[in-house]
């Protein structure tokens, strides 16, 4: 599903950002990424969105071999990984419904699909009561939560999270995980880079450790691993 082997990356001189990594994650598993600040894990994300080129090494994503995908190809790449984000990037003067239909308006599905798909998509996160909401009346929970329902609402086979509690209390970081662990069972891959030292050791999932662009741990029910 998510195949780099032996993937460096170099902005310039200096150490490479990613030096030599190689990870396979298979087809409905659920994965943390953890490191430093300055470790490489944005780098990493971005080869897989084919935001950056590989230095060298090779990437597969999904059946795809990246490093030859033509340009025209990469939105559809693209389709196929949700994302979310720790700030959420709503779009703040559109409520909650539009914010989800959007995503699928601008892939052209039809007003009817759009209508039946996005009603059970805010109830499967637990909004189905706040589809008039503006962004700005929610809270940072119910925000991450429309976020995933955007995210998921193609039927994405990867879902990719990029610090998606970053922002949140303890409960709403909680209820955050504990919704991408529902949705990994129904069979989405999730990949989640994120520095919440408890959640991970409380989850007890798999678990690469990423320092100066190198993986130091890959553990099949990892914790954090405690660095300085
Ligand atoms: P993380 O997401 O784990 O904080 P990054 O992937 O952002 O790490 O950064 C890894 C390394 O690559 C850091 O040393 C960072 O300074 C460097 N880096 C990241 N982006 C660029 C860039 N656009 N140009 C040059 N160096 C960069």
Known sequence: ??????VSKSYSAGAPAINDI?????????VFIVGDSGAGKSTLMKLMLKELEPTTGKIYIN???LN???RRKVPMLRRDIG??????????????????AFAQRVVEVPSKVIRRKVPAMLSMVGLAQKYKSYPRELSGGEQ?????ARALINNPPILLADEPT??????????????????NKRG???VVVTHNREIVDAMQKRVITIQKGIIVSDERKGGYIYEN
């Open 63 to 65: 059946g795809k071999f």
């Open 188 to 190: 989405t891959t999730v």
């Open 22 to 30: 190689s990870i396979h994650i298979e087809k409905g598993e659920f």
């Open 144 to 148: 991450q939560r429309v976020a995933l």
């Open 68 to 70: 030859k995908m033509k």
């Open 166 to 183: 970053g922002n949140l209390d303890p409960k709403n970081s909680w209820e955050i995980m504990n919704l991408l662990d529902e949705i």
């Open 1 to 6: 599903m998510i195949i780099l082997e032996n």
């Open 83 to 100: 994302m979310v984000f720790q700030n959420f990037r709503l779009l703040n003067d559109r409520n909650v419904y539009d914010n989800v």
